[in-house]
């Protein structure tokens, strides 16, 4: 009697128990990571950007980073470059990458997979390859660009040595990068919108135009704002290109937010003033984020 | 009670003995792995001393890695901040980073002065030394490479031109025979990464103003990089800028090579010592067409020698082999045997006396038709400034860099764009900037 009595209650509270476990446990290894290489970096950052290393100790200076941020004049200017490039680029890149994947998924261009692994191909490529090849191509004196622009009677251009023309070097090499991957994803919501959709407009006499404005544009505001709000993000971290192309320069013209952190990272070792810059920058992305996010959703409701 | 104290005494006894003896046996015989961080060349030379070191040490491994240049400081620097994990046991650590990692992180490096390094320093140039060893004198890094300044330029081009190299004393000669040179030849005088986008491009400013005995900070530690020397050297490059003798050529390791082959014509690069060993192996066909002396001075009467940088070789703080490490430091720069067979390996300039001293180190090279390492050992010989890196080398060597960047693009004015950049790194810094 006391055994029967006994195994309902323990199945049951075995039943109980286990499914609340289980799903625990499958998050476990990504929970780890997480806490591990984000949550903790996150909190240690935020501790950082509270101090100074003075004399080989690091010590608390309150909003003494914060505030020296305020009045550096460089942070500024990278600022500046980071929202100048930001503006520039995210709109050129994404009008293109609309652009490519009307066109990829249009019936009427051959070889479609073969151009869609084309324009993709870049997001793939390694940084110092993709550094290379763009620092031989633009180099002023025996690049590629500069000779296929004197070939046909243009002046050169020295694309890395100016400061307004780094920036163009900058912005081209992005779009080069990553248009590919923006192309992508338009293309996968583009084979959602229905095809009857576009018979139904045309027997109503609607232009390829007005087919693409009032059918395909609706249909994609969902990946719109999908990689208006990834690229944003994107371009104010930007470091890779800047980096590898320009090293900030010349003179600071294309020192970005993310290139200035580094900086004081790891050439200057003031950790502390860097995990403030990163502090902002975040702030920064939030803002710009939440502003992008409130006003994309009103339009489309 | 009385058994068991009597066994534990015994046992205590026995461990000390034990001990003893483990210290005495670990002097004469190492043993372990140890790692030594350099790159390409030096990495060259300190694998060369290896097999010289294991006949003293054949318990110890000796694993030299090249983990390439600039990458090194990343790895060092990330090591360090995560309180020296992942460090190799021996880093091999550039003069203008040494003073930051000692004054930055503390326990990073191991005081070598407590392991009697202090016995070396009467082998190695003092100024070396002493950027090598933190405020109170505590020594951090032993002298691996000690670079001077090494003036090379071409003789064929110079002759074209009809120019007697000797006539040339001072900055000021050499810059008002560019036009005639280029007129002549069509080379450029000098090259300069004038947009510094590849490279750091203050060498050549680094170095005229070391000439008139200043540097970015003086020993004090103030700002002096927009004082009279530093005001006067940039002025010097505009002039010669404004003159079109200065070739627009982007840094790095390429674009060096392209000069010193003569596909890019200059006449003149203002290297370092490092550089001499370079031209002979990269350039063979440019045998006597190079030549090497001492840079003009400034003024006339002034310096003719500047240390323009150099490396040192340090004990990681977190090496579990730290006695072995130390071991082999001491084998390859601190004694002659070592010494020779590193720089046979790598080439470095040495900067311990019984090397430079030693038979055959002086020796005629047919490529620049000159017994070039005398240049080098005199210029030693010369009363040069101690040069005070700091903390903060990085940042004023990107402020000025941005400043000549301004001045050579734009023509601003020389005086306007250093007293901003000497105020930027003072506002980044805490800093005062010296009353000149």
Redesign the interface.
């Known amino acids: 009697m006391t055994s029967s009595k006994l195994q309902p209650a323990t199945r049951r509270r075995w039943r109980g128990s286990a499914p609340r476990l289980t799903p625990y446990l499958f998050l476990l290894p990504v929970l780890v990571l997480f806490a591990g290489f984000k949550v903790y970096p996150y909190i240690y950052a935020a501790w950082l950007s509270l101090t100074k290393?003075i004399?080989?100790q690091t010590t608390f200076v309150g909003l003494g980073n914060y505030g020296?941020l305020a009045?550096?004049?460089?942070f500024y200017k990278a600022l500046t470059n980071t929202l100048i490039i930001l503006v520039t680029q995210v709109p050129l890149m994404l009008g293109l990458a609309l652009l490519l994947a009307v066109a990829f998924n249009s019936t009427l261009l051959r070889f479609r997979a073969f151009w869609r692994t084309a324009y993709f191909v870049p997001i793939v490529m390694g940084l110092v390859a993709y550094g290379i090849l763009f620092s031989t191509l633009l180099?002023s004196h025996h690049g590629l660009v500069n000779f296929l622009l004197e070939s046909v009677g243009l002046p050169r251009v020295?694309w890395?040595?100016?400061p307004v023309w780094?920036k163009v070097s900058i912005i081209i090499a992005l779009t080069w990068h990553y248009t590919g991957n923006s192309a992508v994803i338009y293309l996968a919501q583009l084979q959602s919108i229905p095809g009857e959709l576009y018979e139904a407009a045309e027997i109503d006499g609607a232009t390829a135009w007005q087919r693409f404005w009032h059918i395909t544009l609706p249909g994609l505001r969902p990946a719109i704002t999908l990689t208006v709000v990834l690229s944003t993000i994107g371009t104010l971290q930007l470091f890779d290109e800047p980096y590898v192309?320009?090293?900030g320069?010349?003179?600071?013209a294309t020192l970005t937010i993310g290139m200035y952190l580094y900086?004081n990272g790891?050439?200057?070792?003031d950790?502390g003033y860097a995990s403030a810059i990163g502090y902002v920058l975040t702030g920064i992305i939030g803002v710009i984020a939440l502003v992008q996010f409130h006003f994309l959703r009103e339009r489309q409701a | 009670m009385f058994a068991a104290t009597g066994r534990l005494t015994r046992l205590a006894l026995a461990t000390t003995a034990l001990a003893t003896l483990a210290t005495a046996a670990s002097a004469s015989e190492l043993s372990g792995t140890i790692t030594v961080w350099s790159w390409t060349a030096p990495a060259d030379g300190l694998e060369a001393a290896v097999a010289g070191f294991n006949e003293l040490h054949p318990g110890v491994t000796v694993k030299v890695e090249d983990v390439g240049n600039p990458a090194i400081w990343d790895k060092i620097t990330t090591g360090m901040a995560a309180g020296g994990a992942g460090l190799a046991d021996v880093l091999n650590i550039g003069i203008d980073y040494i003073g930051n990692y000692i004054e930055t992180f503390p326990t990073g490096l191991v005081n070598l002065s407590e392991v009697g390094a202090d016995d070396l320093a009467a082998q190695f140039p003092s100024g070396m030394w002493a950027s090598g060893s933190s405020a109170d004198g505590a020594v951090y890094g032993i002298p691996y490479e000690v670079n001077t300044s090494g003036f090379f330029y071409r003789k064929d081009l110079f002759d074209q031109a009809g120019i007697d190299i000797n006539s040339i004393v001072t900055w000021d000669d050499l810059i008002a025979a560019g036009p005639k040179l280029k007129e002549a030849t069509g080379a450029d005088l000098i090259a300069m990464d004038k947009a510094a986008t590849v490279a750091d491009s203050a060498g050549l400013w680094q170095l005229l103003t070391n000439l008139q005995g200043a540097f970015y900070f003086n020993a004090a530690g103030e700002i002096t990089m927009n004082g009279p020397a530093g005001l006067r050297s940039l002025e010097l490059i505009k002039k010669a800028n404004d003159a079109g003798i200065v070739a627009d050529i982007p840094g790095g390791w390429d674009n060096f090579m392209m000069q010193i082959k003569g596909q890019t014509n200059v006449a003149v690069i203002p290297a370092a010592s490092w550089a001499a060993g370079v031209f002979e192996n990269e350039a063979p066909d440019m045998a006597g067409k190079w030549r090497l002396r001492l840079p003009p001075s400034v003024e006339a009467g002034g310096l003719t020698a500047a240390i323009s940088g150099g490396t040192y070789l340090s004990v990681a703080g977190t090496s579990p082999n730290k006695e072995a490490a130390w071991e082999f430091v001491k084998y390859a720069l601190g004694t002659l045997e070592g010494q020779q067979a590193t720089y046979e390996g790598g080439g470095m300039f040495p900067g311990f006396k019984p090397m430079l001293e030693s038979d055959g180190f002086v020796k005629k090279s047919d490529y620049f038709d000159a017994e070039v390492n005398k240049f080098f050992i005199d210029e030693l010989g010369q009363n040069t400034p101690v040069v005070n890196y700091t903390t903060d080398y990085a940042r004023a060597l990107k402020a000025y860099t941005d400043a000549q960047t301004q001045v050579l693009l734009s023509g601003a004015d020389p005086k306007t764009v250093l007293d901003e950049a000497a105020a930027l790194v003072a506002g980044q810094t805490g800093r005062t900037i010296a009353a000149n």
């Open positions: 290393i004399k080989g020296r009045t550096d004049p460089i180099n020295p890395l040595a100016d780094a192309l320009t090293n320069g010349p003179n600071n900086q790891f050439k200057y070792f950790f």
